[in-house]
């Protein structure tokens, strides 16, 4: 069952972010969700091999 994140960020990474994912994707329902699955998981991936990171 999928959850809720709520989330703040600055003004210019979310219109950054929100360009980016309608460029690549275009404007359809659901993009921003699974832009920001894929970054959550890009994130975690990366964070999660190798030495912890200070």
């Known amino acids: 069952?999928?959850?809720?994140?709520t989330i703040l960020i600055e003004d210019t990474l979310d219109e950054k972010f929100r360009e980016t994912v309608f460029k690549r994707k275009g404007m359809h329902k659901g993009n921003i969700t699974a832009a920001v699955e894929e970054a959550?998981?890009?994130w975690i991936r990366d964070h999660s091999e190798g030495e912890v990171k200070k």
């Open 1 to 5: 069952m999928p959850k809720k994140l």
């Open 40 to 42: 959550l998981e890009n």
